[in-house]
């Protein structure tokens, strides 16, 4: 097993479409499964391998998250989670705060389980684009040294409106939207995994690079991507509780074990098509990341096939990559 983590580069002002089953909503990260199936779909049609052979090559692995250059030092953003308490300060200002928070950065997540709510405080954390991303006061001094007039924007979201011909109808008007990152900032995407052959996997993700891209909408120039780079990046696993960074489907064992009692997690859909045909796929509900569970979870590799459908397998891969984080699940 090799534990890795995968920076993924692109040009200043490309846009990205992450849907979230309307093409009139984006998230701003990819998320695990679907990055996989991406993964999966370029590799099987470029190489002609089997998919199971990509999906043995990967233990877990995170959902892609963004991330900004800084020079010697970067800020990597992950999922802000409910488990995270904030100091009296903070939440005076504004009880609504706690809930607007999006995204926090590897150095608040570090602050948290060194210190819990205590060190949760204005003296340490600072935050950008109306309390969306939450950073510490050191990484915005950072920031604000090696961005001039930063203007508190990471994140612009824009809305296309879209015209679907219909010869024997009427027209159809749909939206699409996407988003890009603010073109002062050394933006980047990036993802943990835990690899048992990082050769096949790696193969995947050159395809996906120079074949593909990241998310929907490729065909109009969305989500191309440049090159990727690997290393190790420590993440302190301190806590009692297991952060997810992935989605997770629980297994068969899991269920049996009731492994949602006293957690604290979201849910999300997954609906869609079979890639390349006009066939829907089975739906299913996979838990969300910053979902924290009192028991190391593994998952499942998830069948989605329709009934009927013999062309292949289609399989979502549902194993989240997690990291330990203290706090109080009963709070």
Known sequence: MVKKVYKLKFKKGTFFHFGENFMSRTKYFFPSDSFVSALINNYVNYLGDKQEKLIDSINSISSVFFGIDLGEESIYFLPSSKIIKYNDDIVEENRKIPKKIKFISKGVLELWNKEGKEGMNKVNLDFIDNYKFLILKEEMSLLKNKVRNFDDKIISDVLEQKVKLNYDEDND????????????????????????DVNTFEKSLEILIYAGGLGG????????????????????????????????????????????????YNLSSRKGFVYGFDVKRKDCFVVEEGSVFNNEVKGDVVDLTPEGFGNFEIKRFCKPFFIKIRGDLNG
């Open 217 to 264: 909408r490729i065909s109009s120039g969305k989500g191309l991507l440049d090159s990727y780079e690997s290393f190790k990046l420590d993440f302190e696993n301190e806590g009692d509780y297991y952060f997810l960074l992935g989605s997770y489907v629980p297994n068969d064992e899991e269920i049996k074990k009731n492994v949602f009692e006293n957690s604290k």
């Open 173 to 196: 008007l749909f939206s699409i939207k996407s988003f890009s990152f603010n073109t002062k900032l050394d933006v980047f995407f990036y993802f943990l995994v835990d690899l048992e």
